[in-house]
């Protein structure tokens, strides 16, 4: 098969992380005879640095006419420390999903059992846990207007918005994966409270008696914070709104041990974007410490949604548990008397030797 992807680093240590990502599916195309051709884009505060804007029209051409986007991370302290900064990295993020129409952000959470000691939780309570998060992508805060600041700077607005549209086409696509997996979808939200959640129930409430072989439960978002803590292992697809997303997926990496091994999929309308759910780390940029493993895992992540190649996704997170089984981490998820691996070190000489084993 040919694939023909578009490649993103972006900042921090977004090329880092994206370049062992990158080694590992150059591995695998050779091993199974794909032929792989892949091109570099500017986005976030490098291509501001660069061109001004943090996604230019010629990343945008790029990532339309590929099969499918690797995207690093995004985000610079340059522009966290100042908020008022006209443009900012982030910006061209939502840019890109809002271009792409990439409306469903699809984020696995599952345990690895040598990472079962790293997560805060009890073994108990997490070996075993598998579900998947289905963020609702480009609507909600992130996007809804008016959003801004009165003349005398003292008040500020952001506004949440959404269609039945937009409601129905992520929870059609949930209940498509709930039937590829143990059949139960939640749908969270704060319904009590918010008016755009109780178009969202509504809405759920109708479309769930298309499904009657799927099992659909309700759950306010605080509460689900507190049980995708509590009992994770009840969760088989949650589907929520975009800012709860965010927020309750990076809760949710607790589970799996660290942020730095959750991978996720993007995908809408036009190209799929596959992107660690970490940010750009600019803390450990350039020092070769960044786990890659969560950009790997995305790769894995591309092979099976953007190609339909499961085996070859499947090897990539074999290795992936390999390579921890036998030790070769990073800081982040190294034991206490364990080898700190490098980035490079974890997957040059360990993940792409296995994959071509
Ligand atoms: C994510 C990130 C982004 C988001 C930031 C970098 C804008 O946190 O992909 O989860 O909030 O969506
Ligand atoms: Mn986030």
């Keep these: 098969m040919k694939l023909n992807i578009a490649v993103l680093p972006g900042d921090g240590i977004g090329p880092e992380i994206i370049g062992q990502a990158l080694r590992v599916t150059e591995a695998i195309c050779e091993k199974f005879g794909h032929e792989l051709s892949y091109e570099y884009g500017v986005v976030g505060a490098t291509a501001i640095d660069q061109v001004g804007n943090p996604y230019p029209d010629g990343t945008h051409e790029l990532c ?52 079962i000691h790293k997560s805060p939780l009890r073994a108990d309570l997490v070996d075993g ?47 498509k994966y709930a039937r590829m997996r143990r059949k139960k979808v939640t749908v969270v939200d704060k319904a009590n409270v918010l008016c755009t959640s109780r178009l969202w129930r509504q809405v759920a409430q109708e479309i769930e008696k298309q499904y009657p072989d ?9 509460n689900a914070a507190m049980q995708i803590i509590q009992w994770p292992k009840r969760f088989d697809v949650l589907v929520t709104e975009n800012l709860f997303g965010d927020i309750l997926t990076d809760e949710a990496s607790v589970i799996t041990g660290s942020l730095g091994m959750l991978p996720s999929a993007s995908i809408g309308i036009h190209t799929s ?85």
Aim: charged share 25%; glycine share 8%.
């Design 214 to 222: 799927v099992e659909t439960e309700y759950m306010f978002v605080d």
């Design 273 to 357: 974007v596959f992107e660690p759910i970490h940010g750009s780390y600019p803390q450990a940029a350039g020092k070769n410490i960044a786990n890659p493993l969560a950009t790997i895992l995305s790769a894995a992540l591309m092979f099976e949604y953007a190609f339909d190649l499961h085996e070859e996704g499947a090897l990539i997170r074999q290795a992936v548990a390999a390579s921890m089984d036998a030790g070769v981490v990073t800081e982040d998820i190294a034991s206490k008397d364990g080898v700190k691996h490098s980035t490079s070190e974890v997957v040059g000489d360990w993940i792409v030797d296995y994959v071509k084993k």
């Design 64 to 115: 339309m006419s590929s099969d499918a986007v690797l995207f690093g991370a995004i985000g610079d302290p340059k522009y966290d420390n100042n908020p008022s900064a006209k443009v900012r990295p982030e910006q061209g993020l939502l840019a890109m999903r809002k271009k792409l129409g990439l409306y469903a952000n699809i984020r696995p959470v599952s345990t690895f059992p040598s990472l």
């Design 129 to 175: 846990a598998d579900f998947m998060c289905i963020r609702e992508l480009t609507g909600g805060l992130y996007f809804g207007r008016p959003q801004g600041r009165s003349e005398d700077g003292d008040t500020a607005y952001d506004t949440c918005v959404y269609t039945r549209e937009e409601v129905e086409r992520i929870l059609h696509l949930s209940y």
